[in-house]
């Protein structure tokens, strides 16, 4: 076929143009971030389309994530002119396994309908095998076995591959487990996510003749973000393209953060010996980020020594400097980032305004998610999350649901039908068509016509049985749920004074709502459908009913929560309409976005406890390419932020900024100015401020050398702020502003007058606990 004309050429430099017209043979980019080798091999796929070289079904590409294959796709078609028609084998690893591993499935043991198991269910099935050994769970938990299995699996070993210098793990039987654990998953036809690739890798390695047929199917391979496989799946790619060993990966050694999954940065930097003769093309060019934003990134990473060393520049415009700026605790660090993405978009600063599809949010731990989501659900900010666990729309979650909507609301047909035959009831299509038919003729609810239905004898027998105890039921449920009565005095007048608040009750004084739903789910027979269920998924829904369950207490009444989700899962679905987006730094790999808010830079967060804790730096470099990727997202403009409290885990812990700030390169960093320390805004309102026992932990933020460094160069800065304004606030730079006469206070000895000072060290006649020296940092300006 002759080839159309190749515009999408014109669009490349020509280290990138060089990449793609090399069309046979092993091709290697390895290259900084933003320099456009995801979209050289996006044209890459275009050019062996246009050329005739290969059908879209013959190509088979890698990506990260499943929203990378998607862009992936349309960018082909948007290069091409015209949409492509399928290309299967354009995906993740996984995705492209369960595909292979349906299609051979009996040759390693299992049928081709098997299960995915997640992570919950795997581990509660090593649970189940550290019982049936007589091994004590609580030295040898299944969280730890999982990690060794899942370590193995990544390195394609099945268990009788496990080398013997491994057969010390998990107390000298992990070996074994982890073979009783293999053949337990082909009796349930089941397999982990580690198991989509070693099972393909096995069969591939065992069965010649299959192997061969894909080695002849997929003519061309490539790879984004080769940095981060690990040795399955680098075993998987040597296999296919052993062959004709036309593949083409792209990666970058600074951007590999998955070594806690088994990647292994060896296999890009092992590229050339692996497939002599490889093609390396180095592109130096970064397109995406502004130079302020590459130098701060590239000053951050430079700070690891096990690295290639890259150098990037741009031809951008220098614009906005980085962003540091620190908070009293996650909840006004959340509160601030929303206003300032309400200004942005209403375009403030030097820069134009921006969509909310623009701006993005990116977390180290998920677990920062829920401020940022309670925040934008309060001020109204739409957002989505990205790869966040998605738990009310679980099956179970949406059942349970579905019952408590009924219950609240007897006309919301939905969720009627949803449960009518939830578990079975022996109502089949039949009875429900009834049902509906009824409804419609007489313009009621679903649960009213199936009441005329059951009052007419429309539906007999077993499930017209089954059905009348649902509807009796549902209307007993929901005049349960009638009230709150207030607990009231023999006189009749509420209690205000004196006393916990009164509890708002249900109909029954002595029935609470999260009780009520407990009652739902059981008198019901929906938790017993599960607890019957065999499947290996069973337990984990049964887990999350009982989560789900916890959840209620957060709120006053079953309305007052499935309003919430409803809120939440809302904003979740539809992709219409722009939202910002708030996933981990992990799920933003190979993403840009002009707007980048990376918050909760603090020591134990970022970088991560784990990773402090390790001895020897590995852990700390990953964290630090972490670092890396997330300031590289950033198109125009990158604001860091932390704060000196966070809700950890249900407990308020005092944190320190992050030491990656400490090596962020100063001239292309702006600090601003913390609305809460110098009074400006909601300081005092935070109920934190008043907590005394909080105040050291503000202190050691402010009082950490990165923080100092930032202020003293920070020409932003008010430095004349009256103290009266500040009074709920300690104000820490202003140490040096004490003077002698000073009125202070001290969170531990109260009130008293400054009579020296001493470095950081004050000297203080205190009103009652007589004359101490005290460090200045636990002192607070007293205005009394
Ligand atoms: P990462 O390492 O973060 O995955 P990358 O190297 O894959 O980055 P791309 O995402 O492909 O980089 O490109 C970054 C940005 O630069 C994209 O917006 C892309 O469209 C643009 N870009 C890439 N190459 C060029 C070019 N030759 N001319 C103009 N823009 C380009
Ligand atoms: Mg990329």
Not at 734 to 740: C, E, F, L, P, R
């Amino acid at each position: 076929i002759a080839a159309r004309p190749a515009p999408y050429l014109d669009e490349l430099n020509p280290a990138q143009r060089a990449a793609v017209e090399a069309l046979d043979g092993p091709v290697l980019m390895l290259a900084g971030a933003g320099t456009g080798k995801t979209k050289a091999l996006t044209a890459r796929i275009v050019h062996l389309l246009n050329t005739g070289r290969a059908q879209p079904n013959e190509i088979l590409s890698v990506t990260f994530t499943n929203k990378a294959a998607r862009e992936m796709k349309d960018r082909v078609g948007r290069m091409l002119g015209q949409a492509v028609e399928g290309m299967p084998w354009l995906g993740t690893f996984h995705a492209i396994c369960v595909k292979l591993l349906r299609r051979h499935a009996e040759l390693v043991g299992l049928k081709s309908n098997f299960t995915i198991l997640d992570t919950d269910d795997q581990i509660r099935l090593l649970k189940q095998l550290i019982a049936a050994n007589n091994i004590d769970d609580k030295r040898w938990p299944a969280r730890q076995l999982a990690g060794i299995i899942d370590h193995w699996k990544n390195r394609a070993w099945t268990p009788a591959q496990v080398p013997g210098s491994e057969a010390g793990a998990f107390n000298n039987r992990g070996t074994e487990l982890y073979d009783q654990y293999q053949t337990r998953l082909r009796e349930l036809n089941a397999v982990d996510f580690g198991d989509l690739l070693l099972h393909v890798v096995t069969i591939f390695q065992t069965h010649e003749d299959v192997l061969a047929q894909y080695r002849r199917w997929f003519k061309y391979i490539l790879v984004d973000e080769y940095q981060d496989t690990n040795v399955a799946q680098y075993l998987w790619l040597r296999l296919l393209a052993g062959e004709h060993k036309n593949i083409c990966c792209v990666g970058d050694d600074d951007q590999s953060i998955y070594g806690w999954r088994g990647a292994e940065v060896g296999n890009i930097l092992r590229f050339e010996a692996d497939f002599p003769g490889a093609q390396v093309v180095r592109l130096e060019q970064n397109y995406r980020s502004t130079p302020h934003i590459l130098a701060a990134a590239s000053g951050v990473i430079a700070g690891n020594e096990d690295r290639l060393g890259k150098t990037l520049w741009t031809e951008a415009e220098s614009g906005e400097k980085l962003r540091l700026i620190g908070h009293w605790d996650g909840e006004e660090e959340a509160r601030w980032i929303g206003e300032e993405i309400e200004a942005l978009q209403r375009g403030t600063r030097r820069l134009p305004p921006f969509d909310l599809d623009q701006i993005a949010i990116l977390v180290r731990a998920s677990h920062q998610m829920r401020a940022f989501e309670d925040r934008f659900l309060t001020i109204g900010l739409p957002y989505r999350v990205i790869g966040g666990p998605r738990f009310y729309e679980r099956l179970e979650s949406r059942d349970a649901m579905a019952y408590f909507r009924v219950v609240v609301s007897p006309d919301d047909d939905l969720a009627f039908e949803r449960i009518v035959n939830t578990p079975k009831r022996g109502l089949g299509d039949k009875a429900q068509q009834t049902i509906q038919g009824i409804a419609r003729a007489n313009g009621v609810s679903l649960v009213d016509g199936a009441r005329i239905a059951l009052a007419n004898g429309d539906i007999k027998g077993k499930g017209g049985a089954a059905l009348r105890q649902l509807v009796d039921d549902l209307a007993r449920w929901h005049d349960l749920t009638r009230g709150p009565l207030l607990a009231f005095d023999e006189d009749d007048t509420a209690v205000i004074d004196d006393g916990p608040a009164p509890q708002p009750r249900f109909g029954d004084p002595d029935l609470n709502h999260v009780e009520l739903a407990q009652i739902i789910l059981d008198e019901s027979g929906y938790t017993a459908m599960w607890q019957n269920d065999k499947s290996p998924e069973a337990p984990g829904r049964l887990e999350n009913l009982k989560e789900l369950v916890k959840a209620l207490e957060q709120f006053d009444n079953l309305s007052g929560f499935l309003e919430h989700v409803a809120l939440i899962m809302d904003n979740a679905q539809g992709d219409d309409g722009a939202k910002v987006s708030i996933m981990t730094l992990h799920a933003a790999k190979g993403l840009e976005f002009p707007v980048v808010f990376l918050p909760g830079w603090e020591d134990g967060l970022f970088p991560s406890q784990r990773s402090m804790d390790e001895t020897g730096l590995k852990g700390l470099e990953e964290e630090r390419r972490l670092a890396y990727v997330g300031i590289t997202r950033a198109e125009q403009l990158c604001t860091i932020s932390f704060a000196g409290n966070r809700r950890v885990f249900g407990q308020w812990q005092s944190q320190l900024p992050s030491r990656f700030i400490d090596e962020l390169p100063e001239d292309h960093v702006e600090v601003l100015t913390p609305p809460g320390l110098y009074g400006g805004g909601y300081g005092a309102a935070s109920p934190m401020q008043s907590g005394l026992e909080t105040r050291a932990s503000e202190a050691n933020v402010y009082n950490s050398p990165g923080w100092k460094r930032m202020q003293d160069r920070s020409s932003a800065r008010p430095q004349s702020q009256s103290r009266e304004s500040r009074n709920t606030v300690i104000d820490l730079k202003a140490v040096s502003a004490y003077t002698v006469g000073d009125r202070v206070f001290h969170q531990k000895f109260g009130y008293g007058a400054v009579l020296g000072i001493e470095g950081d060290k004050l000297e203080i006649d205190f009103d009652k606990a007589g004359i101490k020296k005290v460090v200045a940092r636990f002192i607070t300006g007293a205005d009394d």
